[in-house]
């Protein structure tokens, strides 16, 4: 099964946008296209490939031409010999991925530069001392992925596939480049705006002391620069500047006006080839809380009530798996969502490319984003019991294996670090229906240390403790009746799941997932409706905050999306869901005029 986005595949350089659109340089060689691999029981060096594998998709994957599951006791190689243009090793030479699931070590020219464990985040490794002067490096990637560890972050990747979980995947599975920095560069941005205040504060840091000397930032509206500081002498390797935003360049971010403003942070430094320059973006908006003339509590974007109606997203593709066929395919997808009138979706236990937030950020779609989970899952107590009923469980002892909740501190951190600047993002989930979960109260707070200016669903679904920013609820079976605590908003963070086999875009014909089989368009159309109409619309009036519909698209043998695997189908129509979320805008409205109301 492919998407029609395969069929356009560039195989010599799939992919081969600049992968990191919030910290971009000119200086830039994609690595994407084919490498040779090998799959061993030897941790050693084989002696010879044993064929093309095609970057950045992992060898469980259609278009990646190997189709090999690789074991927990298998090793999987790339080699690649890199010849760098005339002119690009000058001052210093970065290699960076975009994630290798799980674990990796790297050489150039033989010789060991570094490694890197986690299979969701980047990571970068300095080759400048490992080049040569003839212009080919030879470059190998060695890679480990026991994929059903208790201690390692899968989200939903299994060996055993089915159901709502999906096949593992493993490898390079996002872009790979080179980039040619000065010796002292910026390593990283971290940029801070401030709606009340209409500024930005923009931090840099820099390889090593002396860096951030003479930092500057320029930001652009409209191609017209309206605020730039072109800094002090700082000697250290962190330097920040903050620029205000003058009123008549006030442009709030929102799902109906996603406005982004450039900006250009630089260092000098005297000589011409030690200034560095990156080009990046932001958007003013605010985020909060605040209670309706009833007291019900709810979620404001830049000080007014927002109702949040999205949809739960796990982003597989067909061909890829984890990584999609091109740009294009995702710049379709989420248009296609803010088409049918959502304006959230919820990324489920993944994390994906740089470039799906920054067209999140570009649209308008707003983003939950859920830690990647690890631990144990068990059918029984983390599925049957809860849906039930038996939702309450004290979690201090769940998941005692230290190693394994380390793992997941550690796998969060770098998610927060990695999307942080990502105006899209605004509530954090981090365990989704106990799933890997433990000492969730604590977890929060500390979470709260990493990322304090979102909301935080500690337990989505159930298993719920006391420390945690909404009242979050999942149900798909039975008359929907939501009654919140009345301390937190209130959010259906799932539900729904209504399946309609589409025939010919079917991946397994033998099996079906999903919550309530339709058998046509027409029924499922008005199965959906029916949902919302009877369920999700007077619950808005009553206080409900969020829902989330599951799904944006089918995966495998679960076929309850509102798209086809292959994407070729939207199964929803437009004229069914555009009158429902004006619907749900008119039950908010009653929210809005009671805002105004109180001032």
């Not at 990796?104 to 490694?115: D, E, F, T």
């Not at 652009?220 to 072109?230: H, L």
């Not at 589409?502 to 397994?508: M, S, W």
């Amino acid at each position: 099964m492919q998407t029609p986005w395969a069929d356009t595949l560039d195989r010599a350089q799939p992919l081969p946008e600049y992968p990191r659109p919030q910290m971009v340089r000119d200086s830039y060689l994609n690595l994407n296209g084919p490498w040779s691999y090998a799959i061993t029981t030897s941790a050693q060096k084989p002696a010879q490939a044993d064929g093309t594998i095609l970057v950045p998709f992992s060898p469980e994957s259609e278009l990646s031409g190997v189709g090999h599951i690789l074991q927990p006791e298998e090793y999987l190689w790339y080699i690649r010999t890199v010849t760098l243009p005339d002119g690009f090793n000058i001052g210093r030479v970065l290699l960076h991925f975009g994630a290798v699931d799980d674990a990796c070590a790297v050489q150039v020219n033989g010789h060991l530069v570094g490694g890197h464990r986690g299979g969701y985040w980047p990571f970068t490794l300095d080759v400048t001392a490992q080049l040569n002067d003839t212009g080919r490096n030879s470059l190998w990637v060695a890679v480990q992925d026991p994929t059903d560890s208790g201690t390692q972050a899968r989200g939903k990747q299994t060996l055993r596939p089915g159901g709502m979980f999906y096949p593992a995947q493993s490898g390079i599975w996002q872009t790979v480049w080179l980039e040619r920095v000065p010796e002292n560069y910026i390593q990283s941005l971290t940029v801070t705006p401030d709606y009340d205040a209409r500024t930005v504060t923009v931090k840099a840091h820099t390889f090593a002391p002396g860096g951030a000397a003479n930092l500057w930032a320029v930001v652009r509206a409209g191609g017209v620069t309206i605020a730039e500081d072109w800094g002090g002498d700082e000697a250290g390797q962190d330097g920040t500047v903050t620029l205000h935003i003058a009123k008549e360049h006030f442009f709030p971010w929102s799902p109906d006006t996603p406005f982004l403003y450039d900006l250009t942070v630089g260092t000098t430094q005297g000589e011409e080839e030690q200034f560095d320059t990156v080009h990046s973006y932001f958007a003013l908006r605010k985020w909060s809380c605040a209670p309706d003339e009833k007291g019900v509590l709810r979620f404001c974007l830049n000080d007014k009530p927002i109702l949040l109606n999205g949809l739960l997203d796990q982003g597989y593709w067909p061909e890829g798996l984890y990584t999609p066929p091109s740009d294009a395919a995702v710049e379709r997808e989420l248009s296609e969502v803010k088409a049918l009138g959502y304006n959230l979706l919820r990324k489920h236990a993944k994390i994906e490319p740089q470039r799906w937030y920054y067209h999140c950020d570009k649209l308008g779609l707003i983003v939950w984003q859920d830690m990647v989970n690890n631990g144990s899952y068990r059918y029984f107590r983390d599925t049957v019991l809860p849906t039930v009923g038996i939702q309450k469980r004290n979690d201090r002892r769940l998941h005692r294996d230290e190693r394994s909740r380390n793992a997941f501190r550690q796998g969060a951190a770098d998610a927060v670090n990695q999307l942080k600047n990502h105006p899209c993002i605004c509530y954090w989930t981090i365990f989704n229906e106990g799933w890997g979960q433990f000492d969730s109260d604590r977890v929060c707070g500390w979470f709260r240390t990493l990322d304090a200016t979102r909301f935080i669903d500690t337990t989505s679904g159930w298993f719920r403790g006391k420390n945690t920013d909404v009242d979050s609820r999942h149900q798909y079976f039975g008359k929907l009746r939501l009654t919140g605590d009345g301390l937190r908003p209130l959010v259906l963070s799932e539900f729904g799941g209504k399946t309609w086999r589409v025939e010919g875009h079917i991946f397994n014909p033998d099996k079906t997932y999903g919550y309530g089989a339709c058998p046509t368009r027409e029924a499922l159309n008005e199965a959906v409706a029916a949902l919302y109409r009877e369920s999700i619309v007077p619950a808005v009036e009553k206080g409900l905050c969020a829902a989330i519909y599951t799904q944006v698209s089918d995966v495998e043998d679960e076929v309850n999306g509102l798209i086809t695997y292959d994407r070729r189908v939207v199964k929803l129509d437009a004229d069914t869901m555009l009158p429902i979320s004006r619907a749900l805008q008119d039950a908010m409205e009653k929210t809005v005029a009671s805002f105004e109301k109180m001032g």
